[in-house]
């Protein structure tokens, strides 16, 4: 028997190794998610391309550091306004011209952006798996019986200060309250002389800048490949819908248990399963509560 | 002639075609292309069932259609048993998962599949793992060894029922239902209509359909790959199909699987011999068409057809 998995003291820094790994995860998960969760709160729209900018941004790092020895946290202060550009771009040349369309016709055009992206990347850069190996992902930290690796404990305290930088922006900034307002009711927003126009780009472009910083960050913790995004968006919208789609607390609540359930479930079972395991808690939350652990707003709007 | 719409005369005349191609062609690359075009068209047809007739868009089709392939492939290769057996067998779990997903709700179905495909591809001992299951030629009706010919005709019996379950849609009491349920819910239930068993029952055919097909796709091709047969890309291509032929039409998604089946081929043609990487850049022809189609041509090609004619009879009168 694996010896971490005898009972007695060392039975306790198991306990506390996972429960620091869940949190860990559960942060860079939340940044993943958040621009998910604040795209589809304020535009009604689910971005099924979410993904494919994740796996730009860790191309972004993976070019960067290959090419220019540059580190992925110094790329991350290009990359930023970089995707925020990307973001404003996107949503000028394909999302403008189908906001108020159906959201059948809002699904297709994600999901067309989203074959797109990934067969352009497949183009450019083949499907080999590229990485990103900086001097700090071979740094472990050992504290307490417990073991981490720099990157990602760095990756977690970037993605938990952005992701709050975001909660206090859209909870306390004017910017941020008009935000909420179109999300609440956009016709009454229009009245008041809020240019939803400019709310929705401005939207898309801080949740894709969100998405791509993410990207950034977890170059040096997963490979970098034209699919990539895909493992990290699935995982994102159990998120969204566990936080109650729309929901930014609830989405870091989400976070936080789907990476519980990744980190417990791959220590019992394998990782080879673990992906199963949030999957059969996303159908099981579908079956108990439609609308989302924390939430009823916006469930309706999404047909489900 | 009364009463047959000019989209129903198209639908004659090319099955009508397809009908006769074996008699003049011999070339096995034509054939082969005609039958996987059906079987395409045949596949958009079932996902328009719930993703056109009743409006329960699914990304996620591509388990129904690995459950046939798979139903298929394990009893014909594991348990020595006729392929139609998998093909009931795949009916069956389709039929239930279908219910099951058609209750709950549509966003759903891509967390199955992909449940599905990690089981597939990880179950080493079962399904033989990410490897995937040769399927076995053994010739004969019965165990679904077929030559060409016989597969374009049995593609296109499928092809022409699922092309009569449209229309049967589009006619019957039951379709003008589902239309209204899918139009307005909250207005057909009013009306007594029993909307939600309504939206359940249409996925539920959807999805039996759909595993019919995989589980023919399964013997014809002769490879389950479980990476292929659960892709989100798979479910897409249903989709796409259907909304670039017409969603929630009956000649549609044929129309569709038709246009993209034979630019895929001439485009795969085209560009595979530029350079290795280059095979992918039809794809991302394929997403921008789709983001143009919805975007300006949202009723698709028959919409297109449709509107066309309008404008031409009235430049007549």
């Known amino acids: 028997m694996d010896p971490a998995r005898r009972l007695g003291p060392a039975q306790i820094d198991v306990v506390a190794q996972?429960?620091?790994?869940?949190v860990l995860l559960g942060g860079i998960y939340a940044l993943v998610s958040v621009g998910l969760t604040l795209i589809f709160g304020i535009m009604r729209v689910v971005n099924f391309a979410h993904g494919e900018f994740l796996m730009l941004g860790m191309y972004v790092a993976f070019w960067a550091?290959?090419?220019?020895?540059?580190?992925?946290?110094?790329?991350?202060?290009?990359?930023?306004?970089?995707?925020?550009?990307?973001?404003?771009?996107?949503?000028?040349?394909?999302?403008?011209?189908?906001?108020?369309?159906s959201h059948n016709v809002q699904i297709f055009t994600t999901v067309g952006l989203s074959t797109a992206l990934q067969n352009a990347a497949l183009v450019a850069?083949?499907?080999?798996?590229?990485?990103?190996?900086?001097?700090?992902?071979?740094?472990?930290?050992?504290?307490?019986?417990?073991?981490?690796?720099?990157?990602?404990?760095?990756?977690?305290?970037i993605a938990v200060a952005l992701t709050l930088a975001l909660f206090a922006f859209?909870?306390?900034?004017?910017?941020?309250?008009?935000?909420?307002?179109t999300a609440q009711d956009h016709d009454a927003a229009t009245l008041m002389g809020i240019d939803t126009d400019k709310v929705y780009r401005l939207t898309f472009a801080i949740g894709i800048a969100c998405v791509g910083a993410a990207g950034v960050l977890v170059s040096p913790l997963y490979a970098a490949y034209p699919t990539a995004g895909l493992q990290f968006v699935l995982l994102a919208y159990v998120v969204v819908v566990l936080g109650g789609l729309g929901d930014m607390l609830g989405a870091m609540l989400g976070s936080l248990i789907v990476a519980a359930v990744e980190v417990v479930g791959s220590y019992f079972f394998g990782v080879a399963w673990k992906e199963v395991f949030y999957f059969v808690l996303f159908i099981a939350v579908l079956v108990l509560r439609p609308a989302g652990l924390f939430g009823q707003r916006g469930a309706e709007t999404l047909g489900v | 002639m009364p009463a047959l719409a000019p989209g129903r005369w198209v639908a004659v005349a090319l099955f009508g075609i397809v009908a006769l191609v074996p008699a003049g062609v011999r070339d096995a690359y034509l054939l082969d292309s005609v039958i996987l075009i059906l079987l395409w068209g045949a596949l958009s047809a079932a996902w328009n069932v719930a993703g056109g007739y009743a409006g329960q868009v699914s990304l996620g089709h591509a388990a129904f259609f690995g459950i046939g392939a798979y139903s298929a492939a394990l009893m014909t290769a594991r348990f020595q048993q006729s392929p139609w057996l998998g093909l009931m067998?795949?009916?069956?779990?389709?039929?239930?998962?279908?219910?099951v997903i058609g209750y709950l709700s549509n966003l759903s179905t891509i967390a199955f599949s992909q449940v599905l495909l990690i089981v597939a591809s990880r179950w080493r001992g079962f399904t033989a793992g990410s490897e995937g299951i040769p399927v076995p030629f053994r010739p004969g009706f019965w165990t679904l060894g077929l030559g060409h010919v016989a597969w374009v005709y049995l593609a296109l019996g499928v092809a022409v029922l699922y092309y009569g379950v449209a229309i049967w849609l589009e006619t019957s009491r039951v379709g003008y239902q589902l239309a209204g349920v899918r139009e307005d819910e909250d207005a057909a239930e009013a009306l007594g209509i029993a909307s939600r068993r309504l939206k359940v029952y249409a996925v539920t055919l959807s999805a039996a359909m759909t595993s019919v097909v995989g589980t023919l796709w399964a013997q014809y091709v002769g490879f389950v790959d479980p990476f292929y047969v659960f892709s989100i890309d798979?479910?897409?291509?249903?989709?796409?199909?259907?909304?670039?032929?017409g969603?929630?039409?009956g000649l549609g998604p044929f129309l569709g699987s038709l246009l993209i089946t034979s630019l895929e081929t001439y485009l795969r043609a085209t560009f595979s011999g530029m350079k290795t990487g280059f095979a992918g850049i039809y794809l991302v022809i394929y997403g921008t068409a789709l983001i143009l189609v919805v975007r300006f041509v949202p009723e698709g090609l028959t919409g297109l057809a449709a509107r066309l004619r309008v404008r031409s009879s009235r430049a007549h009168a």
């Open chain 1, 125 to 157: 850069w083949t499907g080999d798996y590229r990485t990103v190996r900086p001097w700090h992902s071979a740094v472990v930290i050992r504290a307490l019986g417990m073991a981490f690796n720099l990157s990602q404990v760095v990756a977690f305290a």
């Open chain 2, 89 to 99: 067998l795949g009916v069956a779990l389709s039929i239930v998962a279908g219910g």
């Open chain 1, 65 to 101: 550091y290959t090419l220019l020895a540059l580190d992925p946290y110094v790329v991350l202060f290009v990359s930023i306004p970089l995707f925020f550009g990307i973001g404003v771009l996107t949503y000028v040349l394909v999302m403008r011209g189908v906001i108020h369309a």
């Open chain 2, 234 to 245: 798979l479910s897409v291509r249903f989709a796409l199909n259907t909304i670039i032929g």
């Open chain 2, 247 to 249: 969603i929630g039409t």
């Open chain 1, 170 to 181: 859209m909870k306390w900034t004017h910017t941020g309250r008009v935000m909420r307002a």
């Open chain 1, 18 to 22: 996972l429960g620091v790994s869940t």
